[in-house]
């Protein structure tokens, strides 16, 4: 494993102090489905959300392995997951793609604000009838002079309710295949641009969420991403840090409960002896710790190949399905370990099952994951919507 060095470990240091603070309530804001403007301050004030990003911006300029690293310890000490997933959302969503791709003027403009989360992002990518199959997507921006004519809805945008401002994936060249997709930036001021109301969900019910509106909304062409025709480009280079950042907070999530259930395990007698000292929970618990080591391990390592620039395609599949089964077998595993006490709400494990089946959805199904690496293992016919 990576030699982390002490720069890095204070980071990753500060980070566990941020997660302890926000996770106070968390229970009671799941169950009323808020958002913590209290703890997006909070955030704030950590520099979290600079991490990755240019000093010339307020950026702490740090790479992808150790926002990763950090973004760990985050997980392993934060129990409010949406909270976690909103903020990597707002990091992955626009401050990457704009960092990567965006004008020097548009930099200039958002990137500042970005960092210190003045700003809050989102992207739009996924519409009622366009989800695993992103190039499926209508939304439609016409140039019209040195402006574009937004018009679509979107589906399942997260932190859409509290967003200031929204990369919209939209089809600027009917014709263009994945050529013709545009990545637009759209302030939530424009008129035009509506949220439908938070949609209630299973979990990760501290980030909210909602449908986008587009209706003949008008942007600069300034504010495209990366040039007119380059939004596949900036989804994939999107959707590896999206994987890799807010899957290494499931690692961090993942060690936790591997750690709370060995603590638990230890102290629970039955029979006139500790549970961890029957089999069936002992090997329950080595196949949790097994799922961490694993899952990490191929994150890190698939990070490692995105960073050298390396074909990655099939590592960061693997990587993702192997965190996401493995966050949800490991709570599930959790429940089981903890029996009743663990079926219970106050135990915060139920609200962890509820959170980790919604990784096996985001950032691209398991299917279409499964899909990914049939498709590099040449088994072409098996693999559409890749
Ligand atoms: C918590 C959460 C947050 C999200 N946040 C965002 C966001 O911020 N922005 C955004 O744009 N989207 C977001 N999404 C949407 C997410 O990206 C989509 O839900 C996902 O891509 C799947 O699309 P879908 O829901 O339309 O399912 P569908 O694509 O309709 O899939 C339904 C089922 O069919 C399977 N399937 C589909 N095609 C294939 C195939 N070719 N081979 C095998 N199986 C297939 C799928 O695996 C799945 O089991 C979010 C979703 C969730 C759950």
């Known amino acids: 494993m990576i030699d982390w060095n002490d720069e890095q470990r204070q980071l990753r240091r500060a ?25 997006w301050k909070l955030v704030q004030r950590s ?25 760990e310890g985050l997980g392993h000490a934060c129990r409010d997951s949406g909270l976690s997933f909103s903020l990597t959302t707002h990091v992955v969503s626009t401050g990457i793609p704009l960092q990567h791709f965006g004008s020097p003027e548009l930099q200039e403009r958002f990137m500042p604000a970005v960092c210190a989360g003045d700003l809050i992002g989102a992207h739009a990518i996924s519409e009622p009838e366009a989800g695993s199959d992103m190039l499926a997507l209508r939304t439609s921006a016409r140039v019209d002079g040195d402006e574009l004519v937004l018009n679509g809805s979107k589906a399942f945008v997260t932190n859409g309710p509290v967003a200031d401002v929204v990369v919209v ?10 050529f013709g997709i545009s990545a637009i930036l759209v302030e ?17 019910r501290t980030s909210p969420l909602c449908e986008v509106f587009l209706d003949d909304c008008r942007v600069p062409t300034d504010n495209v991403i990366g040039g007119l025709g380059s939004g596949f480009l900036v989804f994939d280079h ?64 698939a990070a490692a190949r995105v960073v050298r620039n390396e074909q990655a395609t099939e590592d960061v ?38 959170c ?3 990784g096996l959805i985001y950032s691209g199904t398991s299917d279409i994951q499964r899909n990914r690496i049939a498709k590099m293992m040449g088994l072409h016919g098996a693999a559409p919507g890749c």
């Open 317 to 354: 599949a693997i990587a993702k399905l192997l965190v996401s089964e493995g966050n949800m077998a490991t709570a599930v595993a959790a429940v089981e370990t903890f029996g009743g006490y663990g079926y219970m709400t106050e135990s915060g494990l139920e609200h962890d099952v509820r």
């Open 356 to 358: 980790a089946l919604a």
């Open 238 to 301: 999107v959707m590896n840090w999206e994987v890799l950042c807010s899957f290494a907070v499931n690692v961090g999530e993942m060690q936790h409960r591997l750690e709370r259930v060995v603590e638990y395990a230890r102290s629970r007698k039955q029979f006139g002896s500790h549970i961890g000292s029957f089999q069936a929970v002992a090997h329950r618990i080595v196949d949790m710790r097994i799922a961490v080591d694993t899952a990490r391990r191929a994150l890190y390592d």
């Open 169 to 178: 994936y939209a089809r600027t060249d009917p014709a263009g295949g994945p």
């Open 188 to 204: 939530r001021d424009r008129e035009g641009l509506g949220f439908g109301r938070p949609v209630e969900k299973m979990g990760l």
């Open 15 to 39: 980070a566990q102090r941020l997660g302890e603070s926000l996770s106070a309530g968390h229970l009671e804001r799941d169950g009323r489905a808020e958002f913590s403007r209290d703890g």
């Open 47 to 71: 520099g979290l959300l600079a991490l990755p990003f240019d000093h010339r911006w307020g950026g702490l300029g740090q790479d992808l392995l150790t926002t990763m690293y950090v973004l």
